[in-house]
C-alpha cells in the first residue's frame, strides 16, 4: 500500500519561503505522476506542479502558470521523498497542500480525479 506523508507547512509573511517534503512508502509503479495540488477554503483542489517518472529516468515538470518562476519540484529517488520549494510567497498561495501520485502518467496533469494515493495535506499560510 502506497503513503504519503507531507510535511513542511506552516505560516509566513508574504515574500517568504517555504519547502514542503512529501515521503512516499510502497512500490507506485515503473512510470508514475507524482506532484503537489492545493485547495484554498470553498474553493476546488487545484494542480500545483507534478513530475512525470518514465522508468528509471526522472521525466519532465509540468507547473501552474500562477507558480512558475516561484515554486520548483523536484525528487530525492535515494529518499523516496518529493519536494516543494516555494519562494515568494503570496497570500493567494494560502492553502491546504496535498501530494499525489497516481499509478501511470496523468493527462491532462492537473486531473485530481486521475491520481491513486493522497497525502493528509499540510497547510500553508501566508500573511500579507
Known amino acids: 500500500q502506497v503513503q504519503l506523508v507531507e510535511s513542511g507547512g506552516g505560516s509566513v509573511q508574504a515574500g517568504g519561503s517555504l519547502r514542503l517534503s512529501c515521503a512516499a512508502s510502497?512500490?507506485?509503479?515503473?512510470?508514475?505522476?507524482m506532484g503537489w495540488f492545493r485547495q484554498a477554503p470553498g474553493k476546488e483542489r487545484e494542480g500545483v506542479a507534478v513530475?512525470?517518472?518514465?522508468?528509471?529516468?526522472?521525466?519532465?515538470?509540468v507547473a501552474a502558470d500562477s507558480v512558475k518562476g516561484r515554486f520548483t519540484i523536484s525528487q530525492d529517488n535515494a529518499k523516496n521523498t518529493l519536494y516543494l520549494q516555494m519562494n515568494s510567497l503570496k497570500p493567494e498561495d494560502t492553502a491546504n497542500y496535498y501530494c499525489?501520485?497516481?499509478?501511470?502518467?496523468?493527462?491532462?496533469?492537473?486531473?485530481?480525479?486521475?491520481?491513486?494515493?493522497w497525502g493528509q495535506g499540510t497547510q500553508v499560510t501566508v500573511s500579507s
Open positions: 513530475i512525470y517518472i518514465v522508468g528509471t529516468v526522472g521525466g519532465s515538470i
Open positions: 510502497g512500490y507506485i509503479g515503473s512510470s508514475y505522476t
Open positions: 499525489a501520485a497516481a499509478r501511470w502518467v496523468v493527462t491532462p496533469w492537473h486531473d485530481r480525479r486521475a491520481y491513486h494515493y
